[in-house]
């Protein structure tokens, strides 16, 4: 069955996750350990070893198809990428990428419903009706909206008792398959899982069915549950609140403005075929990244994929976002007084992944935030103890287009939303003006490497990442050269990118003032 989502791009307070992590995923857990554990050069020969046996092809209609064998072990992880977020969106559709994502696991025509050509004609009055019944409530006709509303709850209970819940998910775990999952973010949405070897026709019938045939029944009753995903993240969450302003202040164009989720009048206002029309504008064949990852032939995935996938008609190419976000001139600040501990964050704004700084911010941010040994923690938390915790993150709200370097801490009893400010902007100014030392910068490029071959040990994590490279970079093998730009960043690039980015008119700043 489908898993809830998962959110752990950093060790962060439940509070912060809830409201910052809605668009990404868990990483998953190592099938087994094909990893050398010794130094960098010894990873070197292994990564070479990876990338001769990792095969591409694409489909006349677009699909592409990235393959990699590992036969120790019977199993597969598959990975569809759908190159598709919450940027995409149209505006007033907000949240209908993470909409459509809940939906794609509610079956085809043949699966999950017992009648197709009833639910059918059932799915298309509930429409009608739920359209009469806005109507009537714009006009401000409640008695008539109530009847309406009666009307449309006795039918979609009709339609509930033909569909069959979570077929879907019930025949993938039945067939020994797990990590049923998705994930929709700012840039992309995907879809997982992983199955026994014997089992390869099996996904791509399923997998090919579902996107070829879907039908996007139980869509009121998921509005619902969005919305209420909307209120409890958001609504109901001082700090889901924020990171929604701090967001809107921080880019005034580009669409990382918006929230994945999206704004609860445009949920209220998506319409099933709103959901279709985004669905046949880019979950098209040229549009969609396919990894496979595990005990697999290549030659036998061809096959079988130009059966099933080939199938797919040839589509246009989907708009790409063309909003470029203006140069920052000053400082921007947005402040909430809300019934909350009292939170500070702040940002700045940096290129995007393909950046030849890029490794470069990934160690600066973490030589500040990653975890307890950072800088911010040590000197916010463990040492002045203005701050309850402290940390950052890189690549926010996502990095396929420039994005933000954003820093946060929870003030701590007895202390003020300006001491935190003052301790924190201390750390900033360190960085931008005194080397760091070696020792240190080795630290976070040993975590950070061993985070990344975590990545590519795991199956899934490994089809994960050879997907999204190949996705924003244009070729996976972008993947196997982040430890080498990772060992070449030096104290003096992060000293320079330190000053480029912590300007002050570069930077944005989000307080949460308690009201008691």
């Known amino acids: 069955m489908r898993q809830l989502k998962q959110f752990s791009w950093h060790t962060l307070i439940t509070s912060l996750c809830i409201a910052l992590l809605l668009w990404s995923v868990a990483p998953s857990s190592a099938v087994a350990q094909r990893l ?55 505006d007033g559709k907000t949240g209908v ?30 429409d009608e009706l739920a359209a009469q019944r806005q109507a009537a409530l714009a006009a401000g006709n409640a008695e008539k909206a109530q009847q309406l509303n009666e ?30 999952n998705a994930a929709t973010s700012a840039d992309f949405t995907r879809y997982q899982y992983s199955l026994p070897s014997n089992k390869l026709e099996l996904w791509m019938s399923l997998e090919s069915e579902r996107f070829l045939d879907p039908v996007f029944r139980e869509f009121y009753k998921e509005k619902d549950v969005i919305l209420e995903e909307r209120r409890w993240r958001t609504d109901n969450s001082p700090m889901g609140q924020l990171v929604e302003a701090f967001l809107d202040t921080a880019f005034t164009t580009h669409p990382y403005k918006r929230p994945i989720i999206g704004y609860t009048e445009d949920l209220l206002n998506l319409r099933r075929e709103d959901i279709r029309q985004f669905f046949s504008t880019y979950y098209v064949p040229n549009n969609l990244t396919m990894a496979i990852v595990g005990d697999v032939n290549p030659q036998q995935v061809q096959e079988l994929a130009k059966v099933y996938f080939g199938r797919y008609p040839s589509q246009p190419e989907p708009p790409e976002v063309t909003a470029t976000e203006p140069p920052q001139t000053e400082t921007r600040e947005v402040s909430l007084s809300l019934d909350s501990e009292p939170w500070y964050i702040e940002g700045f704004h940096r290129p995007s992944l393909t950046h030849p700084d890029n490794a470069v911010y990934d160690m600066m941010v973490a030589i500040l935030s990653n975890g307890r040994t950072s800088r911010l923690y040590k000197s916010l938390v463990e040492q002045q103890q203005v701050a309850l915790s402290a940390g950052g993150f890189n690549g ?47 630290r976070v490029k040993t975590q950070a490497r061993a985070a990344l071959l975590r990545q590519l040990d795991s199956n ?35 000293l320079r990118v330190a000053q480029e980015t912590f300007t002050l008119d570069n930077k944005t700043i989000g307080r949460l003032k308690s009201m008691n």
């Open 97 to 126: 990428a993470h909409f459509l994502e809940h939906l794609a696991f509610k079956g085809t025509t043949r699966i999950g419903t017992k009648d197709y050509d009833t639910e059918k004609q059932l799915l298309n009055q509930l």
């Open 396 to 442: 926010f709200p996502g990095d396929k287009y420039p994005n933000l370097v954003m820093f946060y801490a929870s003030t701590a009893s007895g202390h003020t939303l300006e001491e935190v400010e003052t301790s924190l902007e201390a750390e900033i100014e360190k960085i931008k003006t005194e080397p760091v030392a070696e020792k240190d910068l080795n």
């Open 460 to 494: 899934s994590g490994m089809a994960n990442l050879l997907a999204e490279y190949q996705a924003k970079t244009g070729d996976w093998r972008n993947l196997f050269k982040r430890l080498d730009r990772i060992a070449a960043v030096t104290p003096d690039d992060i």
């Open 36 to 90: 050398p554990q010794s130094n960098a050069q010894s990873i070197q020969p292994y990564l070479d070893r990876v990338i001769e046996k990792v095969s591409e092809f694409r489909l006349d209609n677009g699909m592409n198809f990235i393959v990699l064998e590992r036969h120790d072990a019977p199993v597969v992880s598959f990975m569809t990428y759908a190159d598709v977020g919450g940027i995409d969106e149209p």
């Open 151 to 180: 009307e449309f709850q006795q039918l979609q209970q009709k339609a509930q008792e033909i569909a069959i819940q979570n077929e879907f998910g019930q025949i993938v775990e039945k067939s020994g398959g797990v990590g049923l």
